[in-house]
């Protein structure tokens, strides 16, 4: 590795943001194998599928090239920021589409899991990660359900209603509830919500 | 649908930090938002506790082709944006920092006068000519930052619901060719969303850069010609852009 790209590697994200907004391609680089997995996983959560997931993190991505001006350290970290355009770009492509995704998730959404999510039963690898894992695993199956149905397919919280057919008050109370849950979890622990 | 509250407010809040609320509703909440910054923060902070699900899906690997193609674009375009990064701004900046420099410079050459006067006074004609050209240069400088600062004289001034809560916002010609918004006293849009510049030429709008409105006002190059314009506007949008507007403008000039 050049000397240079070696460097890039012991800068923090805020940093390489700022060269990044400088049109340097090295740094974004960095950023990109610094963030990629993640960026890639959680669009693999959203979009079910290998193609699309990546058409979803490259289009993330360039959004990052294209617009790191935008980054407001004040709230929230670069990571956090990366992740929220993928996320938002998602739902919106999740919204775009009539997605057999969505039909196939219809049929299993009223079905009962044995574990509160499959998507969470695995052993994650960081620490973070892993907390946030085990706030997951506090919240009660159905209020999990709505979160994610929510956060990973875009369902508004009427489409819930309907999927579910629960009224939309519960829908709102069980996201309300399973947030909480989340922030009591690392108040509890004396720790601040990761950002 | 029901008008914005404080109780709706506080029924809708959660749905919307989830990304839960269909398009009208989560425009009407955050107008709201906008109209009362106070209650960011605590936005900012319910934001947080969801985004923590973006941490929560399996590990999957994206493919090193991934990585290539995003590279490929970046490298193509990186040379074009630092080009265009050289603006005017970046070139008045220039101007202050060498004249700033040249101004060290001569009060370093002042001093070294003083010592060289007693030490040797042969050379002491020769260092005030330096000084003089230093601050030959530093007028020079001067100059061309207030040829730059008057051509900045053509503005065209946007309108809108925002300019009607206080913003201001104009498009102004830096030496003839760099166009730039320049935006004050905006109200604040959440974390994961941007306000993005459009110049509309008849009925096509095209991108043309992104801003975050701040306390302190902000200059936003457009990236597009606005020669043929018929329209530029600003819009909210997600974070990172839209390639297309998805919301009302909410400053708009008529060109």
Redesign the interface.
Known sequence: MPERGRQYLILADEDLISLVEAADAEAFATLYDRHSRAAFSLAYRMMGERQASEDLTQDAFLKVWRGASSYRAERGSVRTWILSIVHNRGIDQIRSQASRRRTQEKIEASAPRSQPSEAFAETLRNSQREQVREALNTLPPEQLKILELAYFSGYTHVEISDLLRLPLGTVKGRMRLGLKKIRDYFESRDAAVPR | MSEMNNERFE??K??Y??????EEERRSFENYLAAHPERQAEI???G????????????????PE??S???E???A???P??VR?RSTFARVGDFLSVRSLALGAAALLVIGLLSWNVLLQGQVQDLQGQVEDAQNQVKNLQGQVADAQAQQSKTIELKGSWAEQGATAEVASMQGNEIVLVARNMPSVP??R?CQIWVIKGDVPEPSG???PDGNGTATPITNSIKKADVIAVTVE????SEQP?SDPVLLAEL
């Open positions: 029924d809708l959660d749905a930090v989830l990304g839960a609320l269909p900012d902070e319910l947080a506790v969801a985004s923590l699900l973006a941490f929560s899906p399996q590990e999957q690997e994206p493919s991934l990585r193609r995003v590279m674009v970046v490298e375009e990186a040379e944006r630092r990064g974390e994961d941007t992104l801003f975050q997600p974070a990172g852009g998805t």
